[in-house]
């Protein structure tokens, strides 16, 4: 067992929102990559209620809505930088991920590493290169944030967005941003903000939470190609790939990574089933493509 900061924040409160986030995303607009095999034979009908889900998940996003600031943004990443919170494989990390566990859900019973192994599954079914099939099973390893001393759900989980600029109305629930300080500052309620018109997304400040903190592990310590990379960093980032906003500070570079995270994203979506997988006879198979692309042991 590697040596962690433990939370008590509970595994299970977390899972249940990001369920619940994530049936928001999925009413969200129509799927980009309609030649995926698994997009166009998945019944997309069993998903959760949206309305059902409504009053939580807008609660949610609230408070996430007015924590997620620029100071909050630059502590986090201080924080990420100056904080050693373990050393271990991705393997071990994905076993250390699975005791976050919503036994409480209505709709699926399926642990977190069942998950991980549905994505990658299905994008192995469709043919995908390796690369890929290993951002599946690692995309949601940044929840292990909720083991390393997060200060709640709202810093963990649920869309991502620019921070250090005007808030766009492409992000959900885009009034709860009211009291959030940023919406009143001189500066981070501009267009540009503190950016200059499209520098590109590698150079600007993406809301903190599990996509932009595993980025920021791999980033520097996987031979992930840049696609790989973008999938993991920007899979949460809605109000970009799915609502096309941040027109005015993409560059080229973001738009031919745009496709490959649009065509990550029903994988992440609709994988989603109650039907458990083997995970003793897929664990050597992932376990091989894990060495490809990862050193034994990573600083998390």
Same mark, same amino acid.
């Given at each position: 067992?590697?040596?962690?900061?433990?939370?008590?924040?509970?595994?299970?409160?977390?899972?249940?929102?990001?369920?619940?986030?994530?049936?928001?995303?999925?009413?969200?607009?129509?799927?980009?990559?309609?030649?995926?095999?698994?997009?166009?034979?998945?019944?997309?009908?069993?998903?959760?209620?949206?309305?059902?889900?409504?009053?939580?998940?807008?609660?949610?996003?609230?408070?996430?809505?007015?924590?997620?600031?620029?100071?909050?943004?630059?502590?986090?990443?201080?924080?990420?930088?100056?904080?050693?919170?373990?050393?271990?494989?991705?393997?071990?990390?994905?076993?250390? &991920?699975?005791?976050?566990?919503?036994?409480?859900?209505?709709?699926?019973?399926?642990?977190?590493?069942?998950?991980?192994?549905?994505?990658?599954?299905?994008?192995?079914?469709?043919?995908?290169?390796?690369?890929?099939?290993?951002?599946?099973?690692?995309?949601?390893?940044?929840?292990?944030?909720? &083991?390393?001393?997060?200060?709640?759900?709202?810093?963990?989980?649920?869309?991502?967005?620019?921070?250090?600029?005007?808030?766009?109305?492409?992000?959900?629930?885009?009034?709860?941003?009211?009291?959030?300080?940023?919406?009143?500052?001189?500066?981070?309620?501009?267009?540009?903000?503190?950016?200059?018109?499209?520098?590109?997304?590698?150079?600007?400040? &993406?809301?903190?939470?599990?996509?932009?903190?595993?980025?920021?592990?791999?980033?520097?310590?996987?031979?992930?190609?840049?696609?790989?990379?973008?999938?993991?960093?920007?899979?949460?980032?809605?109000?970009?790939?799915?609502?096309?906003?941040?027109?005015?500070?993409?560059?080229?570079?973001?738009?031919?990574?745009?496709?490959?995270?649009?065509?990550?994203?029903?994988?992440?979506?609709?994988?989603?089933?109650?039907?458990?997988?083997?995970?003793?006879?897929?664990?050597?198979?992932?376990?091989?493509?894990?060495?490809?692309?990862?050193?034994?042991?990573?600083?998390?």
């Amino acid at each position: 067992m590697p040596g962690i900061v433990t939370s008590s924040q509970s595994g299970r409160e977390l899972d249940a929102t990001s369920d619940l986030v994530d049936d928001v995303n999925v009413i969200k607009g129509k799927l980009w990559d309609e030649d995926s095999e698994f997009d166009i034979t998945t019944d997309k009908s069993n998903f959760r209620d949206y309305d059902a889900a409504c009053d939580r998940v807008k609660a949610f996003y609230k408070e996430q809505h007015e924590k997620q600031t620029v100071e909050y943004n630059i502590k986090a990443r201080v924080e990420f930088k100056t904080r050693k919170r373990g050393r271990m494989g991705v393997w071990e990390a994905i076993e250390l &991920l699975n005791t976050l566990v919503d036994d409480s859900d209505p709709d699926t019973s399926m642990t977190q590493i069942e998950h991980l192994l549905q994505t990658a599954e299905a994008i192995r079914r469709d043919g995908k290169p390796e690369w890929m099939q290993v951002a599946g099973l690692v995309h949601d390893l940044g929840k292990l944030l909720i &083991l390393f001393g997060s200060e709640g759900q709202w810093d963990v989980v649920g869309d991502t967005f620019v921070v250090g600029c005007k808030f766009s109305d492409k992000i959900i629930y885009p009034e709860t941003f009211a009291n959030n300080p940023d919406s009143s500052d001189a500066i981070f309620s501009t267009e540009y903000g503190i950016y200059k018109p499209h520098c590109g997304l590698d150079n600007v400040m &993406l809301s903190w939470g599990h996509d932009e903190y595993l980025y920021n592990v791999f980033k520097d310590q996987s031979y992930l190609p840049q696609e790989a990379l973008a999938m993991i960093r920007y899979h949460s980032f809605y109000p970009w790939h799915r609502e096309g906003a941040y027109s005015h500070l993409t560059n080229e570079k973001d738009q031919e990574i745009l496709a490959a995270v649009k065509a990550f994203n029903p994988y992440d979506l609709y994988s989603k089933h109650d039907e458990p997988c083997d995970v003793e006879k897929l664990r050597p198979y992932y376990q091989n493509l894990i060495t490809k692309f990862f050193p034994t042991e990573l600083d998390w």
